[in-house]
């Protein structure tokens, strides 16, 4: 007997994975000036428009990861997210010693290395199975699982 059923232990590891997120949305719109300059201090142009994505990234990303719905969608995005913040907004190689001290610099290293660890886990919810819980949309197209075509329960396989 299995102590966690690993349907909810798929499911606890998915919520784990993206609680942050709509936080981290919540936040910036809660600071919004202060998010904004720290928008505007990549080279990109148009800081309040990447705000306004990112906030809609971090909010609706990991409701469709936690329920399933077009998952594997989401995840690929913020993955690519998470990849893209680490590299513009931590770039903890531009400060002398970052590894020394409490620096600026050591922030941005272990911010950069969170998102990374970040983006590792959610590359797992890609390439992985379905979420558990939604075996409607698991037997849908839109699931892009590689599971997707196996038969859920009381149903046969495709």
């Known amino acids: 007997?299995?102590?966690?059923?690993?349907?909810?232990?798929?499911?606890?590891?998915?919520?784990?994975?993206?609680?942050?997120?709509?936080?981290?949305g919540f936040d910036k719109?809660?600071?919004?000036?202060?998010?904004?300059?720290q928008a505007n201090t990549s080279f990109l142009p148009g800081g309040a428009a990447l705000l306004v994505i990112a906030i809609v990234v971090?909010?609706?990303?990991?409701?469709?990861?936690?329920?399933?719905?077009?998952?594997?969608?989401?995840a690929s995005v913020l993955t690519a997210f998470c990849v893209v913040t680490a590299?513009?907004?931590?770039?903890?190689w531009h400060y002398p010693r970052?590894?020394?001290?409490?620096?600026?610099g050591r922030a941005h290293?272990?911010?950069?290395?969170?998102?990374?660890?970040l983006a590792g886990g959610l590359l797992l919810v890609v390439i992985g199975g379905p979420a558990p819980g939604a075996?409607?949309?698991?037997?849908?197209?839109?699931?892009?699982?590689?599971?997707?075509?196996?038969?859920?329960p009381g149903q046969t396989a495709q």
């Open 1 to 24: 007997m299995h102590a966690l059923h690993p349907g909810f232990a798929e499911l606890i590891a998915r919520v784990c994975l993206v609680v942050m997120f709509p936080f981290s």
């Open 29 to 37: 719109i809660v600071h919004w000036n202060d998010a904004l300059k």
């Open 58 to 74: 971090e909010l609706a990303t990991p409701v469709c990861i936690v329920t399933g719905w077009h998952d594997r969608l989401a």
């Open 87 to 92: 590299l513009l907004y931590h770039p903890f």
């Open 98 to 104: 970052f590894w020394s001290g409490t620096g600026e």
């Open 109 to 117: 290293f272990w911010d950069f290395l969170k998102n990374f660890g």
């Open 135 to 152: 075996p409607v949309l698991h037997s849908a197209s839109h699931a892009m699982t590689p599971y997707a075509a196996s038969a859920a």
